[in-house]
């Protein structure tokens, strides 16, 4: 039976595709909140051996990978291209060569089948993917956009409005866990198994730095933090390693610990400063379980309340660009065929839309 017969006759059906880095995705989302389906094809194994993204291997991938993974999202939801009602798709910032996958795929498909396109910035899909599960905040809200290329937080005012409070000044979170899981020879991506090995490691064993930078500032910084890291690890490694009696595993306790201390501060400290009354977090660091207890654990205690989504709408995913693209097609936003890629498109660009279309 057609997913779309489980909805009301308005029931508003939006295919989103992701291509901006390593994760091909595509999804389908009813009214703005329901995923009937949320396809990724990862390419983990791909650049493992690498210890990162390689951008010229990610866009071939993408290609290999767009339009199985569309089939895949769109037969899960039960659903055929002509009954869509409109397609979104991730135009920046991202790898240049990955997004044009996915833009050029989505323009076509838009073309051919006649149907409002939107072309959607990947972080105001990162900051609305917790609307995607059932308990949702109030806008305004604090959310902390954690992933492999970003770390910021906003302010959140309603959909499509956007005020950055805060961003890493050089590394982002995701990057800082993917480099130190490649100086401990961890393999890429480093963020999971860090996690892993920190659960049975002593996070108070290695005091590493906490960059707090100014005190009124909401930035971030963990390029100190990871070249103490490596420090650390080569005369680790000069002092016999594990022989030493401080293992792998309290290293990456130690320094998951540092990373977590700072993201917990400055949210803290922005909380503060904007009254908001919900906390968000959202990205691929924000899957870490021990981040996301911390974060539970401090919200608890006060009057905050605090959001995550599943892990499946933290990673890149299509779900979340199909989310925004129901706000923005419900807004009268339409993309034309002259639309391209941005490597960097800053959200400040964006217009604000309203707030009571969910
Ligand atoms: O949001 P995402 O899938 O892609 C970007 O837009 O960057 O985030 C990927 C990042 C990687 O740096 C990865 O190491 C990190 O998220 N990550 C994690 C965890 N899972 C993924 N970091 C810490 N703990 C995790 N469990
Ligand atoms: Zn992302």
């Not at 990610?58 to 895949?72: D, F, G, I, T, Y």
């Not at 393999?187 to 707090?212: D, N, T």
């Not at 890291?229 to 309290?250: F, H, I, P």
């Not at 996301?292 to 608890?300: G, I, L, N, V």
Request: net charge negative; hydrophobic share 40%; with cysteine.
């Amino acid at each position: 039976m057609p997913a779309r017969i489980l909805y009301s006759y308005n029931t508003m059906v939006i295919l989103g595709i992701d291509t901006s880095c390593d994760d091909t995705s595509a999804a389908v989302v009813a009214d703005g909140r329901h995923a009937l389906s949320n396809v990724i094809h990862s390419q983990i194994q791909l650049h493992h051996p690498y210890g990162g993204v390689v951008p010229e291997l990610a866009s071939r991938e993408h290609l290999r990978n767009m339009v199985p993974v569309v089939q895949e999202a769109l037969s899960q939801a039960g659903l055929t291209l002509g009954e869509l009602d409109g397609i979104a798709v991730t135009m920046g910032p991202g790898l240049i060569g990955s997004l044009l996958v996915g833009l050029y795929y989505a323009k076509a498909l838009s073309y051919v089948h006649q149907k409002p396109l939107a072309a959607i910035n990947h972080l105001e899909g990162h900051i609305l993917s917790i609307f995607l599960e059932e308990q949702i905040p109030r806008f305004p809200f604090v959310a902390l956009t954690v992933s492999g290329g970003h770390t910021t937080l906003y302010y959140v005012k309603g959909f499509g409005n956007y005020e950055k409070l805060g961003q890493t000044l050089d590394d982002a979170a995701g990057e800082a866990f993917d480099k130190v899981g490649k100086t401990l020879g961890l393999g890429y991506p480093g963020g999971p198994v860090i996690e892993k090995m920190a659960s049975s490691g002593e996070k108070e064993c290695i005091p590493f730095p906490r960059a707090l930078l100014a005190p009124e500032s909401l930035d971030f910084s963990f390029s100190g933090l990871k070249t103490s890291v490596a420090l650390y690890v080569k005369k680790w490694q000069e002092n016999g390693g594990e022989t030493s009696g401080v293992r792998v595993e309290d290293i990456a306790a130690s320094f998951q610990e540092a990373v977590i201390d700072v993201l917990i501060r400055k949210t803290l400290a922005a909380v503060e400063r904007t009254g908001a009354g919900s906390v968000v977090i959202a990205g691929g660091v924000a899957c870490n379980k021990a981040l996301r207890e911390r974060f539970r654990e401090t919200f608890s205690e006060r009057s905050e309340s605090f959001f995550y989504p599943r892990p499946a709408y933290c990673t890149d995913n299509g779900a979340m660009i199909a989310l925004a693209g129901y706000h923005r097609i419900m807004g009268g936003e339409r993309a034309d065929m002259s639309v391209d890629v941005r490597s960097r498109y800053p959200i400040e660009e964006l217009s604000p839309l309203s707030n009571d279309t969910v």
